[in-house]
C-alpha cells in the first residue's frame, strides 16, 4: 500500500475506535493494530487455534506477521 492509502485506512480505523466499537472484521491486517491476536480471535479461541496450529502446520509453512503463532515461537 502506499503512504497515502495506510493513511486513509488508520483515519477509518480511528472512526471505529473512536465509536467504541470493540470487534469488527478487518478484512486486512494491520502492522499498527495492537493486540491481534486477542481482538481477531478472542482471549479464550486463540490457544485453541495454537494448538490446531501445530497439528496441522508443526513447520509454520503458513505465516504472516498477525497469523497464529506456534506456541515455543511466540
Do not use: C
Not at 472512526?15 to 481477531?40: L, V
Request: proline share 5%; hydrophobic share 25%; no cysteine.
Amino acid at each position: 500500500l502506499t503512504d497515502e492509502k495506510v493513511i486513509a485506512v488508520n483515519r477509518v480505523q480511528k472512526k471505529i475506535n473512536d465509536g467504541k466499537i470493540a470487534k469488527h472484521y478487518r478484512n486486512y491486517p494491520s502492522t499498527e493494530f495492537n493486540d491481534w491476536s486477542t481482538s481477531y480471535y478472542g482471549d479464550q479461541n486463540y490457544p485453541r487455534l495454537q494448538e490446531i496450529k501445530e497439528v496441522l502446520d508443526p513447520g509454520n509453512v503458513f505465516q504472516h506477521p498477525q497469523s497464529v503463532q506456534i506456541r515455543n515461537e511466540v
